[in-house]
């Protein structure tokens, strides 16, 4: 843990991305040439207008009257005793659509309209960000397409349903893996032949500069709120936890307590099956640097360098990079990234739901299993966990796992 001040403020200077869209070494812009002119007038944008006072009030306003904010800091009375500490879930579960996603899903929508935008792409691979961004779009009043494996097409129809019903178009992408990644590829090359009049809104806080710096703003609300909740009450956590897929709910759930040098922050990996190659999806702790999507942080690869299949039983989790923010996080020390099996996610899970009477999603299941773990060490303690979803997408999975009835 950080606990000298002066260098706890030295270290955090850099998280404030530098001219190139830097986190320390992390981050930066790995694009083709025909993307620089949209990325810099994005950039321009984000000055101009996402920082403007009328933007401000604008967001909030949606945020507050459509997205449900605040969500509520729910004390979980229960599952606490058994682990022994006193935990606290930020619930993005309660929020529309379900998770943290919207809040960067609107945000995003919102600043393509305002910024004059004739339509948004998108790529989804469970489909989370896909329905997310399709509200959005809906509600902001600009025709959506969202790109999706074909793969994940099959395997999350419910969730294709309910964007086309949304009013989004969802393209199937053949090529590639037919997942995630190749549904990124296409959005990105969608985008490069028309720059001017169609946003690209990306769904975690990857890709090249500024996304990582957008999205993280966009989810730095959920831990604005969870101090202020926190402060307001018992007094600040002696940890926080959250998944860390893409990362974009664990960097908004984590800047709300960085500069608070006796808080312990934690991101959860998916640790999946087991520690070879590709079968798990925990970037930061078992990754390598290197360059995915147009920023230079860790990634999930072979000696040949070639990308490894990731594997997590959570769909969310299922992705070979992360933000490079949090890249820079471990390498300063400030946040501690560990991975947790599937087997520890669907029994925090399985408690969850009994103790709290709160199904979460896969993707949470591995934040609180990693608070379960700490909390064995550490008894007495004061727990953050952030829930980032709800677990109604993964019935079908869950179902089909068996298990407890
Ligand atoms: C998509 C998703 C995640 C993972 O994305 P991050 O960008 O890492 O936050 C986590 N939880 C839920 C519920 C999701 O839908």
Redesign the pocket.
């Known amino acids: 843990m950080i606990t000298d001040r002066a260098t706890l403020e030295d270290l955090l200077a850099g998280l404030l991305p530098d001219e190139a869209g830097r986190f320390g070494p992390y981050g930066g812009r790995f694009v083709p040439e025909t993307l620089m002119a949209a990325l810099t007038r994005l950039e321009d944008g984000i000055r101009d207008v996402f920082h403007s006072e009328r933007f401000g009030h604008l967001l909030s306003a949606e945020l507050v009257d459509w997205v449900g904010r605040p969500t509520a800091l729910t004390r979980a009375r229960t599952l606490g005793a058994e682990w022994g500490v006193e935990l606290y879930l930020k619930r ?1 579960d309660l929020a529309h659509t379900g ?3 919207i809040n960067n899903a609107i945000g995003q929508a919102l600043l393509a309209r305002e910024l004059g935008a004739r339509r948004v792409v998108a790529e989804t691979g ?1 489909g ?2 896909g329905v997310a961004a399709a509200a959005a779009c809906a509600r902001v009043g600009v025709p959506c397409t969202v790109y999706m494996g074909a793969v994940d097409v099959q395997r999350q129809a419910p969730n294709v349903d309910r964007m086309r019903r949304l009013g989004a178009e969802v393209v199937a992408v053949e090529t590639g893996d037919q997942t995630l990644r190749a549904a990124i590829d296409e959005a990105i090359r969608d985008w490069v032949s028309d720059p001017e009049g169609t946003y690209y809104m990306i ?3 990857i890709g090249p500069h500024p996304y990582p710096y957008l999205v993280r703003e966009l989810q730095a609300v959920i831990g604005r709120e969870a101090r202020a909740q926190m402060e307001g009450t018992v007094g600040l956590p002696d940890a926080v936890f959250a ?8 960097i908004g759930l984590f800047h709300g307590f960085l500069d608070a040098p006796t808080v312990e922050i934690f991101g959860v990996e998916a640790g999946g099956r087991g520690e070879g190659l590709g079968e798990h999806a925990a970037t930061v702790s078992r990754g390598r640097p290197g360059v995915l999507h147009g920023t230079y942080s860790r990634l999930l690869y072979d000696d040949d360098g070639q990308i490894q299949e990731t594997h997590s039983v959570s769909a ?2 299922d992705y070979p990079g992360v933000g490079p923010e949090h890249a820079f996080l471990a390498d300063i020390g400030r946040v501690t990234y560990f991975a947790v099996s599937d087997d520890e996610a669907l029994d925090a899970l399985d408690r969850c739901c009994r103790a709290e009477g709160i199904l979460p ?1 896969l ?2 299941a591995h934040a609180l299993a990693g608070a379960r773990r700490w909390a064995r060490e550490n008894p007495g303690a004061r727990v953050l966990v952030g829930l ?2 709800r677990g109604d997408k993964d019935m079908p999975i869950l179902t089909a796992l068996g298990g407890r009835p």
């Open positions: 993005e998770a943290h996603k469970a989370q960000h769904g975690s806080a998944c860390v897929g893409g990362g974009s709910n664990a969310g989790l999603a993707e949470s980032s979803g």
